[in-house]
């Protein structure tokens, strides 16, 4: 394969980003058919594409397009298995936003398709693994030089959510970065994990119940320390420092100048996610196109993804029962093994 020919499909908010990222800055791979439901919703992803792009409302219709041979899914979270399935099913690499599936029963599903395809086809669009600070950070826990890693601590605060962003949603969509992209960084394994409901902030007007606290213990004894935090009003703030045996490693922030002004001493936080980790969604895509053109796939796997979603029913089970609940994979099979 020369070239990835792409069906995006899913028109929505990331996916016109992701189509506006891979017609201007990724090299081997151009948009050629766009897909959602909605068909207004895909002649606009088609005009950020730009003329010839084929224009489809059934994701099965476009991946089956002969000038198809790649395909990314930017539908919500509960449609990412269709469309996920119907490109195992036609051998074509695909790309899936995160989560992989909202529930470990469709996670199972997909790696089970997987499996039984023989063939590595899917990646899974958790981004914090291409970010320049988490890949930094990593670097110096495995060099070794500060000793095993024991304790983490991190945040993961937002300015404001939609209404109808629920409890639940702070683990499935929020915390499902931090599921991700920790045990990545310390080479380890979710064991067990705990949510507990400090005090709700004043602003919330529904039922969330905001902040939350999760407490995430890996199977070689490290603990998290999550602080959920999505009505924080000041900005979009992620920290993550890492407590060894002989040192302290903590995620560089963006690099903003620091001002000295009326008699204070400030930073600035970045707004939103967006712009947060910008860089990392090029260099994600990119990495993704490039592992595809050589039947390779990079990043998380299926395998991670459903290993997440895993994760995130044992939190949400412990939002309600509030105790410890165990995430139980059972073993990465051989096909996944790295
Ligand atoms: P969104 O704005 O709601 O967009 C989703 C789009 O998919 C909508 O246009 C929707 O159409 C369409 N759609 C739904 N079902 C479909 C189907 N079966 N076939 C084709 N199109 C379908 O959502 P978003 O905010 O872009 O999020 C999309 C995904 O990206 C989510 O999984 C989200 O978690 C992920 N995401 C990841 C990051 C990250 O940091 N990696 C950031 C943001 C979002 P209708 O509106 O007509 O239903």
Redesign the pocket.
Known sequence: MENLNIAL?????????HIERIQNRIRGAQIVAV????EE??KKGAEIAGAGTKVY???NEAINDPDVNAVVV????Q??K??VLAAIKAGKPVFS???LANTAADGKEIVEAEMAGGKHLVQV???RRYDRGYRQVKELIDSGKFGAPMVIKCTHRADGVADDYTTAMAVT?TAI?EIDVLPWLVNDEWDEVQCIMPKTNSKVKNALKDPQIMIMKTKGGIINMLEVNVNCGFGYDINCEVVCENGVVNLPCPSFPTVRYANEVSTKIEDN??LR?IDS?DVEIQDWVDHALKGETGGSSAWDGYVASITADALVKSQTSGVPEKVVTGGTPNFYKK
């Open positions: 499909i899913g028109c929505g908010m990331i996916g016109r980003e897909c959602d439901v909605f919703g895909a409302t059934d994701f930017t539908t919500p979270g449609f990412h269709g469309p936003e995160k989560p669009g958790f981004m969509d970065h996610w967006i980790f969604y």
